[in-house]
């Protein structure tokens, strides 16, 4: 079989493309980081409810995204959800302790986030400490429950 | 009576003589030992279902993705749901549309030519007369075939999905202005690596496999006539459409159908 090096750089572009395009779904479309993880520091928050908020969600302050969501699971403790988020770590020190978490709804049906809200206390929070004043998602079914029981009585 | 008996049987036997023999085939040329001259024999091969089958998928995919974005829009807007376009798009994309309609597009575009180039090797007796200077037609003609079709298809499907979401972009963000930021983002917050970018490689590969196996196979048991080589390149874009929108939903379920 002959060789030929114009159809072999076709197929190298070919298979290059694919591989590019992978890369171009991993990074950009489905968000992972490479190598070394950005600067982050950790907090922690407990949720009654934390409806349908998934890892990967992201974590705002006034709308805008200082961090995500990075592991979900139930306090054997107090049996609620332990939220565990990544903040951008510029902010390290800069919440006050105060601080408060509630988890929201983009749009009337889009995904749930964690908004956070700073209180007025001199103290700061710090990686790995835990927000205690929390407010727990909106769940539609315990609402109209509560406007139907309010509408009986 | 007993006639019709006899033909159903018949035809049952038949059946099972071909998946038989389709079994065998596939496990015959997939198994070949690479050789350099193999190799050289792949990369043509790779040239022509491959490459060959670019332009198709981009077109395709540019436009899947544009029309995905202007019907997502229309409906999202009316729940004030805008924003989550590029998470819809990018999903139906990844999850669903790249690896089928890629699959659609190579069983049309490549697997035809491939059950015709074979058919007429076999017509013109040029396998026969392969077997008789001692070269192996499964090893010198399926084997390169069956590898360049597995090895595209995941390709083509990355290429589909990339410009899909690049054509979603062009009439959400550009046309329709929802904000690049939340286009972005949104589908960054959505779209998970493992559970829906590499599931759909894991699709486009099986369907890969189907569909080159189809028409490879088609091509290689046809009935050496110019009749047969026709009905041979219609059962294969036939066969390979149906069985790739039969095993989507068997691999969806699996995936994504909570079945655990």
Redesign the interface.
């Given at each position: 079989m002959k060789r030929n090096s114009v159809l072999e750089l076709g197929v190298g572009l070919f298979m290059l493309a694919g591989i590019l395009g992978l890369v171009f779904l991993g990074l950009r479309v489905s968000g992972l980081g490479v190598g070394v993880p950005q600067n982050t520091f950790t907090l922690t928050a407990n949720f009654a409810n934390i409806g349908g908020l998934r890892p990967q969600a992201k974590v705002t302050m006034s709308g805008v995204r200082i961090g995500k969501v990075t592991d979900i699971e139930l306090d054997p403790k107090w049996f609620d959800a332990k939220v565990t988020m990544q903040i951008d770590s510029q902010f390290d020190g800069k919440l006050s302790d105060d601080t408060t978490a509630a988890i929201l709804t983009a749009g009337l049906l889009g995904e749930q986030y964690v908004g956070l809200t700073v209180g007025g206390s001199p103290k700061m929070l710090h990686d790995g400490d835990v927000i205690h004043d929390t407010q727990q998602a909106l769940v539609l079914e315990q609402l109209i429950q509560q406007f139907v029981s309010n509408m009986a009585k | 009576m007993i006639d019709r008996i006899a033909a159903l049987g018949r035809g049952t036997l038949d059946v099972l003589m071909a998946i038989g023999r389709a079994g065998l085939f596939l496990v015959q040329s997939v198994f070949c030992l690479p050789s350099r001259?193999g190799f050289?024999?792949w990369?043509?091969q790779?040239?022509f279902v491959?490459?060959m089958s670019?332009a198709i998928v981009l077109v395709s995919g540019l436009f899947i993705g544009m029309v995905l974005a202007l019907q997502g829009y229309t409906i999202l807007v009316g729940?004030?749901?805008d924003?989550?376009l590029g998470?819809m798009v990018?999903l139906s994309l990844?999850r669903e549309l790249a690896p089928v309609v890629a699959a659609l597009l190579f069983a049309g575009r490549a697997g035809s030519a491939l059950t015709a180039e074979i058919g007429l090797m076999k017509a013109t007796e040029q396998l026969t007369s392969m077997e008789m200077i001692g070269v192996d037609p499964l090893r010198r003609i399926v084997a390169p075939r069956l590898w360049a079709g597995f090895?595209?298809l995941?390709?083509?499907t990355?290429?589909f999905?990339?410009v899909g979401?690049w054509g979603g972009h062009l009439v959400g963000v550009d046309w329709l202005g929802v904000y690049d930021g939340s286009y972005?983002?949104?589908?960054?917050?959505?779209?998970?690596?493992v559970g829906?970018?590499l599931n759909g490689?894991v699709k486009s590969l099986v369907f890969g496999l189907v569909v080159t196996w189809i028409a490879v196979f088609q091509g290689y048991d046809l009935v050496p006539t110019s009749e047969g080589i026709s009905r041979a390149t219609t059962r294969t874009v036939v066969y390979a459409s149906l069985a790739v929108l039969g095993l989507d939903f068997v691999l969806t379920a699996l995936m994504f159908g909570d079945f655990g």
């Open positions: - | 001259e050289y024999l990369v043509r790779m040239h491959g490459v670019v729940f004030g749901a924003e989550a998470q990018a990844v090895v595209s995941p390709i083509l990355v290429i999905a990339v979401i972005w983002s949104n589908m960054q917050d959505s779209v998970d690596f829906d970018v490689m």
